[in-house]
């Protein structure tokens, strides 16, 4: 009987994993491979929960004949009933909530942007075109993506920064265009929401922002430099972010946090780039998991 593992898995998955994820600091100095661990997690939760209706009515139709024999209606006929129910009501859940994420984060985005097009100078001189410069005294810089993304910085940002800590901040917030990780923040939002609040981590999705920051900063770090990209998160820790922005609110302790991540280290005195193989490794195992036990419940 497989449909067991599978719930068994997705519960772990949803509730327990992330908390005790989030607690492993060590791996945000690999933040690609643990941003890949931290999809694995959520896909394979996803996986096993939607997996559990197939396997149920494969079991039955073994074990009892239910389904060659449809006037009969007993303990196997309950257990194929609460599987697709269990799977209905994830699913429905995960699009409603993929559609109310995704529909405000992009209005939102799209009123921020008409607003900052309307209100911003132009773009810096010799600069990215789709660079906007708003004529503010307090030091922000963050990036609107989409369709039509724009690098949003205030000519307190300007006045504050040199022109190499600009420029690391700069790289940084086109960093998180090119990449697109609004997509990737958005699919674990969706994931987070998707859960009940009572099992729900806010930890984990505090980690992903984390990581996917990490990632723009070491960006700026192959342009900049690590003092540099450092120098410029001091500067501009503490700066207001508006909402659907692709920006973290943080604190001093967050800077700090970042700044000992710019450049790689031993993850638990193993070289990084050998933690992250085994990690990707894990990931890719994590992910199988799910569909290995459902071929074999058709085998």
């Given at each position: 009987?497989?449909?067991?593992?599978?719930?068994?898995?997705?519960?772990?998955?949803?509730w327990p994993a992330p908390r005790l994820m989030a607690e492993f600091t060590a791996f945000r100095r690999a933040p690609r491979a643990a941003l890949t661990v931290w999809q694995?997690?959520?896909?394979?939760?996803?996986?096993?929960?939607?997996?559990?209706?197939?396997?149920?009515?494969?079991?039955?139709r073994r074990e009892s004949g239910i389904i060659e024999h449809a006037g009969a209606f007993d303990d196997g006929g309950l257990v194929i009933v609460l599987a697709f129910l269990v799977s209905g009501v994830i699913l429905a859940r995960l699009l409603s909530c993929a559609h109310r994420v995704g529909r405000n984060i992009r209005a939102v985005r799209r009123r921020h942007r008409e607003l900052v097009d309307i209100l911003a100078l132009d773009a810096l001189p010799g600069g990215d075109r789709q660079v906007r410069l708003l004529a503010h005294a307090t030091p922000t810089a963050y990036c609107l993506p989409g369709m039509k993304r724009r690098v949003v910085l205030t000519q307190g940002t300007i006045d504050r920064l040199s022109e190499p800590?600009?420029?690391?901040?700069?790289?940084?917030?086109?960093?998180?265009?090119?990449?697109?990780?609004?997509?990737?923040?958005?699919?674990?939002?969706?994931?987070?929401?998707a859960v009940p609040a009572v099992v729900r981590s806010d930890a984990s999705l505090?980690?992903?922002?984390?990581?996917?920051?990490?990632?723009?900063?070491?960006?700026?770090?192959?342009?900049?430099?690590?003092?540099?990209?450092?120098?410029?998160?001091?500067?501009?820790?503490?700066?207001?972010?508006?909402?659907?922005?692709?920006?973290?609110?943080?604190?001093?302790?967050i800077a700090a946090v970042r700044i000992g991540l710019l450049e790689r280290h031993p993850i638990a005195g193993v070289d990084p780039r050998i933690a992250s193989i085994a990690m990707y490794a894990f990931a890719a195992t994590l992910v199988l998991a799910p569909v290995l036990l459902l071929v074999a419940a058709f085998a």
């Amino acid at each position: 009987m497989y449909i067991a593992p599978l719930i068994v898995l997705a519960v772990l998955l949803a509730w327990p994993a992330p908390r005790l994820m989030a607690e492993f600091t060590a791996f945000r100095r690999a933040p690609r491979a643990a941003l890949t661990v931290w999809q694995a997690t959520a896909v394979t939760a996803l996986l096993a929960a939607l997996a559990s209706a197939p396997a149920a009515v494969i079991h039955v139709r073994r074990e009892s004949g239910i389904i060659e024999h449809a006037g009969a209606f007993d303990d196997g006929g309950l257990v194929i009933v609460l599987a697709f129910l269990v799977s209905g009501v994830i699913l429905a859940r995960l699009l409603s909530c993929a559609h109310r994420v995704g529909r405000n984060i992009r209005a939102v985005r799209r009123r921020h942007r008409e607003l900052v097009d309307i209100l911003a100078l132009d773009a810096l001189p010799g600069g990215d075109r789709q660079v906007r410069l708003l004529a503010h005294a307090t030091p922000t810089a963050y990036c609107l993506p989409g369709m039509k993304r724009r690098v949003v910085l205030t000519q307190g940002t300007i006045d504050r920064l040199s022109e190499p800590e600009l420029d690391a901040v700069l790289t940084h917030e086109r960093a998180h265009l090119i990449a697109r990780h609004d997509l990737l923040l958005e699919f674990f939002t969706v994931v987070h929401e998707a859960v009940p609040a009572v099992v729900r981590s806010d930890a984990s999705l505090r980690e992903v922002r984390l990581l996917i920051e990490v990632l723009a900063d070491r960006a700026a770090v192959r342009r900049a430099g690590a003092v540099t990209t450092a120098q410029a998160i001091v500067q501009m820790a503490g700066s207001p972010t508006p909402a659907g922005s692709m920006a973290i609110r943080e604190e001093g302790s967050i800077a700090a946090v970042r700044i000992g991540l710019l450049e790689r280290h031993p993850i638990a005195g193993v070289d990084p780039r050998i933690a992250s193989i085994a990690m990707y490794a894990f990931a890719a195992t994590l992910v199988l998991a799910p569909v290995l036990l459902l071929v074999a419940a058709f085998a």
